[in-house]
């Protein structure tokens, strides 16, 4: 994840060759079986990409094409796992990593309330864990407040088109949340060290407000007002 994140930091990384990039990264973390978290590997190194001023008219297309490269070099090198053990006499790779997923999501067909409450339970764990102390409600509050106080600085100063654009940020912080309602088995079985998929919600929301700290100043008005005087 870090590794990752560093690549994108440390040098620019043109629109053209960022699915590209994004495939590897799909692949490095099917490769060394990171099936805990692995939408983090994804999801803080966009971040990072769009925070650039070369995607600021190209965000959401960046986000997606980069998700969609992320997720064929993620599944894709899966398949060509389970197609290579499958070679080997008596195996069938494709029908037991078919039926080891379906016992990990729960997919077993029931989708009434306790599937339901298996994902209010996988949210509520993961969300608790991830939060410092026991301050999980203030630190929803805080963030909600964020991104009410972003949005409407962008809809009321720049319009539509700048709260649009910033709102990628927004929908890469929902990816981890998204995963944890697909696998609500595994993530509330194991909360107490999946937590960390949360990060990228803490990331995407700060960098969506600290985007609309930077599309409007909140003191130059003022400051333009006071040289006049």
Not at 91 to 104: A, E, I, K, P, T
Not at 137 to 159: D, Q, S, T
Request: proline share 5%.
């Amino acid at each position: 994840m870090f590794v990752f994140t560093i690549v994108v930091l440390g040098k620019h990384i043109s629109p053209s060759r960022a699915p590209l990039l994004f495939c590897i990264f799909g692949m490095a973390t099917q490769f060394f079986d990171f099936y805990t978290v692995p939408p983090i590997t994804f999801a803080l190194p966009v971040l990072m990409l769009i925070m650039d001023d070369s995607y600021r008219d190209k965000r959401w297309g960046t986000v997606m094409k980069t998700f969609g490269a992320w997720l064929y070099g993620y599944i894709s090198l899966w398949l060509l796992k389970l197609a290579l053990v499958s070679l080997m006499p008596g195996v069938n790779g494709f029908q037991d990593g078919f039926s080891s997923l379906q016992y990990r999501l729960g997919a077993n067909g029931n989708f009434g309330n306790e599937a339901l409450a298996a994902i209010k339970n996988a949210l509520i764990n993961v969300w608790w864990m991830s939060c410092p102390g026991e301050n999980e409600l203030l630190v929803f509050l805080g963030l909600v407040l964020l991104v009410a106080v972003g949005a409407f600085r962008l809809w009321k100063h720049k319009g539509v088109g700048a709260l649009l654009s910033c709102s990628a940020f927004l929908a890469v912080a929902a990816v981890p949340v998204i995963w944890t309602i697909i696998a609500a088995r595994p993530m509330n079985i194991h909360a107490w060290f999946q937590y960390r998929i949360f990060l990228p919600v803490y990331a995407g929301i700060f960098m969506f407000f600290t985007q609309s700290l930077q599309e409007c100043p909140p003191f130059d008005k003022r400051l333009r007002k006071k040289k006049t005087v």
